[in-house]
Structure formats: structure tokens, C-alpha cells
């Protein structure tokens, strides 16, 4: 089956430094990916969509500056927080599209859960 | 914009009961509807995919209908273990997907 990777699976930062999280679909091509964000006991919110070569479109209210994402290549989407505070420490998880004949699925990755100090 | 509601919030029932998870939905134009189990600080398992088309999917202990129409979707679960206590989404896909807020089940020995 599909299977979309996310590395790290944890991360602890200090306040200011930017953190890089990766989302990789590892048996498939996916055009599209998607990264939520998820607070706890709370459900996952969509923060962005990440098009291959294309620029992210964000979700209404997520700082595109702070959340920088680059989707290079068709297995690769990446996602940095940028000058981290405590406010965005969160669990974030991708997902990607499976676009090929018959499916249109999306995948996820793990999550990666991110500690600002 | 599309608004997913899950009832209950929360469930606990003795070992062997049968499971009954309600999600609605505001907007019936979606593509399909998934079924997601996540344990806590984990990340997604999906369970079942409806299409738009279908009526309902079944694998094993899992059954889950969707009535498009009507924007509902339910996600029954036949014998409960205690294996089966977490937390479980359904999310819409009208192009996006769309998340509910969970079920959070406790199925007691």
C-alpha cells in the first residue's frame, strides 16, 4: 500500500529557531500534499496545500511567512516553522494524494510532534 | 465551507457491546467520506473509504454507512474490545478534506 513518511517524528526547539519537518510519499507520486495542524483532543485543521512546483495555497489564517513550505520534487513536500514560539508547539501531520488511474486517496504520514520551549 | 460534526464526543462501553458513531455534514457535493481510528499522540489509521457513490463498506467488525442526502455518515463497530478504545474521525473530501472533531472511545474489560 501507499505509505507517506514524516521525519522527523519529534522535535524540541528553542523559542526563535526555525524547525524543518519533511513529508515523503515513498511508493507513489503525489502532486498534492497537505499539511494539518492538530492541538489536543482537538481534530486536525487544514493549514496548507502543497502543489509540486507550484506555490502552497494556505487556509485562511495561517501565516504564510511562518510557515514556509516547498513541495520540489513529486515525492518531497517540506515544512518550516519559522522564529518557533511556545504558541505553535503542536502535532503536525501530512498527508498526500495518490493521483493515479482509480484512486484519489489521500495518505498520511505519522505526524511529527513539535516542542517549543 | 464545509462543517463535519461528530456525536458523541465521547463513549465507554463494557467489552462486547456494539459501537455506534454518528458524523454528519453540511455540504452533500463530496467525493468520498473516510473513516479514521488515531491513538493518542499517534497519527491516522484509516478504516474505510466510502465513495460518493456507495452505500456503505465493511471490513470485518467495521461497518460504515453514508447516506449523502441527508449528510450523514455511521460507523458501526460489532463486539468491542478493549483494543478498540481511541479516538475515530470521519473527514469528508469535497477536494479538501474536512475533519470531524472525533468520537473518543473507552471500551472497558
Redesign the interface.
Same mark, same amino acid.
Given at each position: 500500500g501507499a505509505v507517506v513518511s514524516q521525519h522527523p517524528s519529534w522535535v524540541i526547539c528553542k523559542s526563535g529557531t526555525s524547525v524543518k519537518i519533511e513529508c515523503r510519499s515513498l511508493d507513489f507520486q503525489a502532486t498534492t500534499m497537505f499539511w494539518y495542524r492538530q492541538f489536543p483532543k482537538q481534530s486536525l485543521m487544514l493549514m496548507a496545500t502543497s502543489n509540486e512546483g507550484s506555490k502552497a495555497t494556505y487556509e485562511q489564517g495561517v501565516e504564510k511567512d511562518k510557515f514556509l513550505i516547498n513541495h520540489a520534487s513529486l515525492t518531497l513536500s517540506t515544512l518550516t516553522v519559522t522564529s518557533a514560539h511556545p504558541e505553535d508547539s503542536s502535532f503536525y501531520i501530512c498527508s498526500a494524494r495518490d493521483r493515479r488511474p482509480n484512486t484519489d486517496t489521500q495518505y498520511f504520514g505519522p505526524g511529527t510532534r513539535l516542542t517549543v520551549l | 465551507k464545509q462543517e463535519v460534526t461528530q456525536i458523541p464526543a465521547a463513549l465507554s462501553v463494557p467489552e462486547g457491546e456494539n459501537l455506534v458513531l454518528n458524523c454528519s455534514f453540511t455540504d452533500s457535493a463530496i467525493?468520498?467520506l473516510q473513516w479514521?481510528r488515531q491513538d493518542p499522540? %499517534?497519527?491516522?489509521t !484509516?478504516l474505510l @473509504?466510502i465513495q460518493s457513490s456507495q452505500r456503505e463498506q465493511t471490513s470485518g467488525r467495521l461497518n460504515a454507512s453514508l447516506d449523502k442526502s441527508s449528510g450523514r455518515s455511521t460507523l458501526y463497530i460489532a463486539a468491542s474490545q478493549p483494543g478498540d478504545s481511541a479516538t475515530y @474521525?470521519c473527514?469528508v473530501?469535497d477536494y %479538501? @478534506? !474536512?475533519?470531524?472533531?472525533?468520537t473518543t472511545v473507552t471500551v472497558r474489560a
Open positions: - | 467525493y468520498n479514521f499522540g %499517534k497519527g491516522l !484509516s @473509504l @474521525l473527514a473530501n %479538501k @478534506l !474536512s475533519f470531524g472533531a472525533g
